[in-house]
């Protein structure tokens, strides 16, 4: 088992990097050209050379008949997410003993989700994959696509905040207050600030619900009928519009 040491630096100070297992970076696309639309979601090795994201590009459109015209969107869309993340990469930002919340408020085909839980920062060997699978096993989801969305939800969340905690990491510095760096972290659009983890908790585990929210934010989950799902198709439409 990996130490939680990594992330115990001085006035835990630590480089750029997701707190997770992996430091994947998640990818959202949604493009339309000539009125044809193409929506994906998935993580990507940060790693891996650039040459990927054209051959990704191609074998995706290929394998779903798109026009040749979304082989550089999609490659394009994908180099400057991936060149923002790594814009962060080496830069300090500030973690420590703390939780935040995530939410999740999806639509997946016909399921609907919606739930609020903590997430624990310092531990870099929690797994948003394996938590989507024990929520759909454990909430009886068949939908094979529902455990992917909820990963790359947490993801994206996970993200916003690390890219925020690199920004309160420079604020502290240029604000001459390191001192209290650890305690300086900006809330993120998740809603609420960070907590001490040890204080309210006193456990390690990456995913906590408190016992007395458990009634106001248990999981919901719900089936929508053929007609509700056209429906809501045509409301995100003419929102988009």
């Known amino acids: 088992m990996k130490s939680h040491s990594a992330w115990g630096t001085s006035k835990n100070l630590v480089k750029f990097r997701i707190p997770?297992?992996?430091?994947?970076?998640?990818?959202?696309?949604?493009?339309?050209?000539?009125?044809?639309?193409?929506?994906?979601?998935?993580?990507?090795?940060?790693?891996?050379?650039?040459?990927?994201?054209?051959?990704?590009?191609?074998?995706?459109v290929k394998d779903l008949?798109?026009?040749?015209?979304?082989?550089?969107?999609?490659?394009?869309?994908i180099q400057t997410q991936l060149t923002e993340f790594r814009s962060y990469e080496g830069q300090d930002m500030y973690i420590g003993?703390?939780?935040?919340?995530?939410?999740?408020?999806?639509?997946?085909?016909?399921?609907?989700i919606k739930d609020?839980?903590?997430w624990e920062l310092n531990n870099f060997e929690s797994d948003p994959e394996e938590f989507a699978?024990?929520?759909?096993?454990?909430?009886?989801?068949?939908?094979?696509?529902v455990g992917p969305a909820i990963a790359i939800a947490i993801r994206e969340q996970l993200y916003e905040i690390a890219v925020q905690s690199v920004t309160s990491a420079k604020e502290s510095?240029?604000?001459k207050?390191?001192?209290r760096a650890g305690e300086i972290f900006s809330a993120s659009k998740t809603g609420g600030n960070a907590v001490d983890l040890v204080k309210l908790f006193g456990n390690k585990s990456s995913v906590i619900?408190?016992?007395?929210?458990?009634?106001?934010?248990?999981?919901?989950?719900?089936?929508?009928?053929?007609?509700?799902?056209?429906?809501?198709?045509a409301r995100e439409e003419r929102n988009i519009r």
Request: glycine share 2%; aromatic share 8%; proline share 7%.
């Open 65 to 77: 008949k798109l026009p040749p015209a979304f082989v550089t969107q999609i490659a394009q869309s």
């Open 133 to 145: 699978r024990i929520f759909c096993k454990d909430m009886g989801i068949e939908d094979p696509e």
């Open 20 to 60: 997770t297992s992996d430091n994947l970076v998640p990818i959202r696309l949604d493009i339309e050209i000539d009125g044809q639309r193409f929506r994906d979601a998935f993580t990507w090795n940060p790693s891996d050379p650039d040459s990927e994201v054209v051959v990704f590009a191609k074998r995706t």
């Open 173 to 175: 510095r240029l604000s």
């Open 209 to 233: 619900r408190k016992r007395k929210e458990w009634d106001v934010y248990e999981p919901f989950v719900d089936l929508l009928s053929n007609e509700e799902v056209e429906a809501l198709k």
């Open 97 to 112: 003993e703390r939780v935040v919340p995530i939410k999740l408020d999806l639509r997946v085909n016909h399921t609907i």
């Open 116 to 118: 609020h839980f903590l």
């Open 177 to 179: 207050k390191g001192r």
